[in-house]
T-cell receptor, first 112, second 111 residues
Framework: ETAVFQTPNYHVTQVGNEVSFNCKQT?????MYWYKQDSKKLLKIMFS???????VNETVPRRFSPQSSDKAHLNLRIKSVEPEDSAVYLC???????????FGPGTRLLVL | QQKVQQSPESLIVPEGGMASLNCTSS?????YFWWYRQHSGKSPKMLM?????GEKEEGRFTVHLNKASLHTSLHIRDSQPSDSALYLC???????????FGSGTKLTVEP
């Protein structure tokens, strides 16, 4: 099956902990993205990676960092989570920078 | 300020009716629009994209674009209960190669 896969589906953690989310795409795309979708359903770009190069970082707090081993994988690490980090984190990929993006199922994070 | 605005925030139409959703960008660097549909608890799925002035039709879905006013609209005819979802408009800024999303229109199709 060709798609964008994310793990875990859901994660609950305490303030100050570190979390990591995984994303893998089997679509053969060159570009991958991380988005944050808040409680009002607003989708905001966090990072994009094209051929392992970070291209966009939209004023994201330093505690967030993307990690990529190859063009099919883009993980997201959050050091010392805060309550406002509670959201759904969506991974996406596209053939190139200007192409349609395909989304994974998302990881819902709840910070207590 | 959000670069992409959508209206209405929510919309209720009867089954078989026409749903019309609007999207406008405030940034003149926009060169491409996408419409995504997100069912509750699911990820956004691309419906249609448009970059040329005019109209594009695919089945029950029609999208219009007016580049001068940076306004796009999505029209769903013969709406079905399965069309009930959050509809997201995304605009690409040519100078940044970044997609900006609107906050969506929640469509409910009542049987």
């Amino acid at each position: 099956e060709t798609a964008v896969f994310q793990t875990p589906n859901y994660h609950v953690t305490q303030v100050g902990n570190e979390v990591s989310f995984n994303c893998k795409q089997t679509l053969g795309h060159d570009t991958m993205y991380w988005y944050k979708q808040d409680s009002k359903k607003l989708l905001k770009i966090m990072f994009s990676y094209n051929n392992k190069q970070l291209i966009v970082n939209e004023t994201v707090p330093r505690r967030f960092s993307p990690q990529s081993s190859d063009k099919a994988h883009l993980n997201l690490r959050i050091k010392s989570v805060e309550p406002e980090d509670s959201a759904v984190y969506l991974c996406a990929s596209s053939p190139g920078l200007q192409d349609t993006q395909y989304f994974g199922p998302g990881t819902r994070l709840l910070v207590l | 300020q959000q670069k992409v605005q959508q209206s209405p925030e929510s919309l209720i139409v009867p089954e078989g009716g026409m749903a019309s959703l609007n999207c406008t960008s405030s940034d003149r660097n926009v060169d491409y629009f996408w419409w995504y549909r997100q069912h509750s608890g699911k990820s956004p799925k691309m419906l249609m994209s448009i970059f040329s002035n005019g109209e594009k039709e695919e089945g029950r879905f029609t999208v219009h674009l007016n580049k001068a006013s940076l306004h796009t609209s999505l029209h769903i005819r013969d709406s079905q209960p399965s069309d009930s979802a959050l509809y997201l408009c995304a605009a690409r800024m040519s100078n940044y190669n970044v997609l900006y999303f609107g906050s969506g229109t929640k469509l409910t199709v009542e049987p």
